[in-house]
């Protein structure tokens, strides 16, 4: 089950290294996902999500090119969703945490994106 996290204010070098270019929706969501390489399951702050990607926040940094996967159970009436993509960039936000850029796999139809955003408020 996610849990509800508080949003940190972004740093300019994140907002200078912007690139997504489809509409992001704010999520203050804890969550885990998976990493195929280390075989390692680690928690993850969502801060924002689109149907291309997510904006993390982590407490180590990941590697660009790095995958991730995200499984998110099936609740209630919603659909489980499995997101698969790679870390596109990582950038120290405090002493404590990691910015972390997430493409996705393939882009979420608009269905998924809905989904989603019910499973991370």
């Known amino acids: 089950m996610a849990e509800t996290i508080s949003t940190p204010n972004r740093s ?5 290294a912007d690139r997504r270019v489809a509409q992001r ?5 804890q969550t885990s996902c998976f990493a195929p390489a280390t075989g390692q399951t680690f928690s993850v702050a969502v801060l924002n ?4 990607g997510l904006g993390l926040l982590n407490e180590t940094s990941l590697q660009a090119g790095e995958s991730l996967v995200f ?13 698969r993509g ?15 850029g997430y493409r996705l796999e393939r882009p979420l139809s608009l269905r998924e994106l809905r989904t989603l955003l019910t499973h991370w408020p």
């Open 12 to 16: 300019q070098s994140w907002i200078a």
């Open 25 to 29: 929706h704010e999520s203050r969501t």
């Open 49 to 52: 999500v689109s149907r291309t």
């Open 71 to 83: 499984d998110i159970p099936a609740n209630g009436t919603l659909p489980a969703l499995v997101l």
């Open 86 to 100: 790679e870390v596109v960039r990582c950038v120290r936000y405090s002493p404590e945490n990691w910015l972390v």
